[in-house]
């Protein structure tokens, strides 16, 4: 069955980086793409960008886009997201999500939480 | 930027049918889906493609779409269907989802 594992929790400092990790498992991990998508404490969800699994090709949400790297890499079925110069707004639960055949979320990570915290 | 409306919160007795709308300017040109989300879990998948249900999800959870507005019916409605529903639509390249609607069971 599809998978999706992500990597543990993390606690950064404002202003460092995180990265962000998301194994696939169970189908052909370079024909679908990823998006991510974050969930600040109490609130709703927000769409941060998406990634071509096959290709690289990426497109980022405006909010975002000048600290956001998605990276997807086929050797492994794993896809990353990097975001930089973190501040404490950007606690959050980050998850990855793809769509099998359609451009809905079908498969969703269990989530990563990222507290930014001095 | 592209928003997509939905209210707050709805209510709704056990057996009863709960009606959750999302509204969007654009939502005419593009498939809606709908996602449930309980507390410290993953998002699920109830709708895609406006109308459609994925395997597993059971039949009271419906979903429809005319003009600008969308709607998630859920039918003979279930404590277990107590949750965040949140639609979902896509302005060209860009996922946009709705505020959330908490549902509440009583």
Known sequence: ?118 | SYDLTQPPSVSVSPGQTASITCSGDKLGDSYVCWYQQKPGQSPTLVIYEDTKRPSGIPERFSGSSAGNTATLTISGTQAMDEAVYYCQAWDTTTAVFGGGTKLTVL
């Open chain 1, 1 to 118: 069955q599809v998978q999706l594992v992500q990597s543990g929790a993390e606690v950064k400092k404002p202003g460092a980086s995180v990265k962000v990790s998301c194994q696939a498992s169970g189908y052909t991990f370079a024909n679908y793409g990823f998006s991510w998508v974050r969930q600040a404490p109490g609130q709703g969800l927000e769409w941060l960008g998406w990634i071509s699994a096959n290709n690289g090709n990426t497109h980022y949400g405006q909010k975002l886009h000048d600290r956001l790297t998605m990276t997807a890499d086929t050797s492994t079925n794993t896809a990353y997201m990097e975001l930089r110069t973190l501040r404490s707004d950007d606690t959050a639960v980050f998850f990855c999500a793809t769509g099998l055949g359609h451009s809905a979320f079908d498969h969703w990570g269990l989530g990563t939480l990222v507290t930014v915290s001095s």
